[in-house]
C-alpha cells in the first residue's frame, strides 16, 4: 500500500535516464517487451531479456526499496508448476516470462507518472475510459490517507490481534466499511468541485 | 484466491486476445445504452469504488496473510453496469503496479466482473427470500467466488494445448514461437516419455485454498455491508425492494 505512493513519488522525482525519456516512447518499449515475452519460447532468449531488464532498472537508478515488487507475480506463477506436473524446464519458462513482465512494469511505472501515461492512453483509447482511468488515480491517494489512519487508530487500539480472530476480522470489516462510506462522501465532493470548476464531462491534460 | 492473477505469457494468445475483444464490446454496449450525463455524474463513484478495490487488494490482512477483492460489496454498492467498467479499471491499474499480467487485462477483467455483477443479482434475490443481511450478503459473495474460481480454472483449462506445446518447446528448435490458433501438434517422439498437463493438481492446490477465500471474503463482505446498514442504510437501496 505504501509502496503505492512510493512509487508515484519516484516516478515524479526521480533523475535517471529512464526518467528523462519521452512517455511515449517508454509505452512503445513496454509492448516491445509484452510481444518477446509472448513469444520468445526459449530459455537463453528470455533470460537475456531478464538481464537486460535487470540493467535498466539499475541504470535508471531505481531504488532497490521496490524491488520486491517485481518478483511479486512469482506468487501467483508458482500455482502453474502444478499444472505442469513438476517440469523443470515449462517451471523456468514461465518464472522468466512472470519476472521479465513484472520488471518492465515496474521500470514503466517507476519512471513514468501516471498522468503522463494516461496523457498517452488518451489518444487511442476511449475518453470515459482514461477519464475513470485518472479519477481512479485521484481517488486511491484519497483513500489511501483514510486507510492509513484508520490502519494506525487501529493497531494503537489493539484492533487486530491473533488472539481475537473474531473481534480482528469485524474490526477490519469496519474499516474497511469506513472506508467505503469515505469515499462515496469524497466522490459526491469531487463531482461538485469538477462542476464548479466547469467540467463538461471530459478532462483536459497537459501534453509534457 | 478466489481469483487468480494471471501473469503475462502464460496463456495462448487467441485466449487472451479472445478476452479483450470480449471486454471492448461490452464496453462500447454499455456505454451507448447509458446515458452520457448519468455515466459523467457516476464517474467519480466509479472511480472511488475502483480505488477501494485496488487499495483492498494492497492490504494484506497480517495474521491470515489473505488480500480481499471487494468486487461484490463494490458490485452491489455500483450495479451490474458501473462494476464492469470499475473492474475493467481496477485489473488496468493492478497490472500497471505488477499484480497481474498486462495481456490478461480483459481475461481478469471478465472474472472480477462475474463475481461483482453475480453478487449483485444473488444479494438481491437472497435479500428478497431471506430477508436477513448478514447471510444474504455472505451467500451471495461465496456463490459469486464460487463460480469466478471456476470461471478461472474454466479459462486456464482452455489453454491445455498451449501449455502441452510449451512443455514439449523443450526438445523444439528455434527462438520465437508466434502460433495463433494452431492446433496441438504430435510433438510425442517414440520412446520419448509423454509429458502430460496436470488439471487435477491445479484445481486440488486451487479449490482449497480457494475456498477459505471464499468463506472469508463472504464474512468479510457481510459484515461490511452491516456497518454500512448501520451508518448509510440509503447506499444499499433495501427500502425501495421493500415497499
Known amino acids: ?208 | 484466491m478466489s481469483h487468480i492473477h494471471l501473469p503475462d505469457g502464460v496463456l495462448p494468445v487467441w485466449l487472451w486476445a479472445l478476452g479483450f475483444v470480449v471486454v471492448i464490446l461490452i464496453w462500447m454496449i454499455l456505454v451507448r445504452l447509458m446515458k452520457k450525463e448519468d455515466l459523467t455524474k457516476r464517474l467519480p463513484l466509479l472511480g472511488m469504488m475502483a480505488a477501494v478495490m485496488v487499495l483492498g487488494a494492497s492490504v494484506e490482512i497480517v495474521p491470515i496473510a489473505y488480500h480481499v477483492n471487494l468486487t461484490v460489496i463494490s458490485g452491489i454498492l455500483l450495479g451490474p453496469s458501473l462494476i464492469f467498467l470499475a473492474t475493467f479499471v481496477v485489473n488496468v491499474i493492478l497490472a500497471l503496479f505488477g499484480h497481474g499480467g498486462i495481456t490478461v487485462i480483459g481475461l481478469n477483467t471478465l472474472m472480477f466482473s462475474i463475481e461483482g455483477a453475480l453478487g449483485y443479482f444473488l444479494f438481491h434475490l437472497f435479500w428478497r427470500l431471506l430477508r436477513r443481511l448478514g447471510p444474504a450478503v455472505f451467500l451471495a459473495t461465496f456463490l459469486a467466488l464460487t463460480v469466478s474460481t471456476f470461471s478461472m480454472i474454466g479459462v486456464v483449462s482452455l489453454g491445455t494445448s498451449h501449455y502441452e506445446e510449451l512443455i514439449h518447446q523443450e526438445s523444439g528448435k528455434g527462438i520465437i514461437g508466434f502460433e495463433f490458433g494452431k492446433e496441438k501438434e504430435s510433438h510425442h517422439k517414440e520412446g520419448v516419455p509423454e509429458k502430460e498437463v496436470n488439471l487435477r493438481h491445479f484445481m486440488a492446490i486451487i479449490l482449497p485454498l480457494g475456498f477459505i477465500g471464499w468463506v472469508l471474503e463472504g464474512m468479510i463482505t457481510a459484515l461490511i455491508t452491516r456497518y454500512i446498514h448501520r451508518l448509510r442504510p440509503d447506499l444499499l437501496r433495501l427500502n425501495e425492494e421493500t415497499r
Open chain 1, 1 to 208: 500500500m505504501i509502496q503505492l505512493s512510493y512509487l508515484d513519488y519516484i516516478a515524479v522525482e526521480g533523475k535517471g535516464f529512464l526518467h528523462r525519456l519521452s512517455p511515449k516512447l517508454k509505452i512503445v518499449g513496454m509492448i516491445f517487451i509484452l510481444f518477446a515475452i509472448v513469444t520468445v519460447r526459449n530459455l537463453p532468449g528470455l533470460f537475456f531479456l531478464y538481464l537486460f531488464l535487470l540493467c535498466l532498472y539499475f541504470m535508471a537508478r531505481v531504488p532497490m526499496k521496490i524491488f520486491p515488487l517485481t518478483l511479486y507475480p512469482l506468487i501467483f506463477a508458482f500455482l502453474f508448476i502444478f499444472l505442469s506436473g513438476f517440469q523443470l524446464f515449462f517451471i523456468l519458462l514461465i518464472f522468466l516470462k512472470v519476472l521479465c513482465g513484472s520488471t518492465g512494469v515496474v521500470l514503466l511505472l517507476a519512471t513514468t507518472p501516471y498522468p503522463s501515461i494516461f496523457s498517452v492512453l488518451g489518444r487511442v483509447l476511449p475518453s470515459s475510459f482514461v477519464m475513470a482511468l485518472f479519477l481512479t488515480y485521484r481517488s486511491i491517494f484519497i483513500l489511501l490517507n483514510v486507510l492509513e489512519d484508520t490502519q494506525h487508530a487501529l493497531y494503537l487500539r489493539g484492533g487486530v490481534q491473533w488472539r481475537h480472530p473474531w473481534r480482528s476480522l469485524t474490526n477490519i470489516s469496519n474499516a474497511f466499511g469506513h472506508l467505503i462510506i469515505k469515499g462515496i462522501d469524497a466522490s459526491e465532493k469531487m463531482y461538485e468541485a469538477m462542476l464548479l470548476r466547469g467540467f463538461k464531462g471530459e478532462i483536459h491534460y497537459r501534453r509534457e
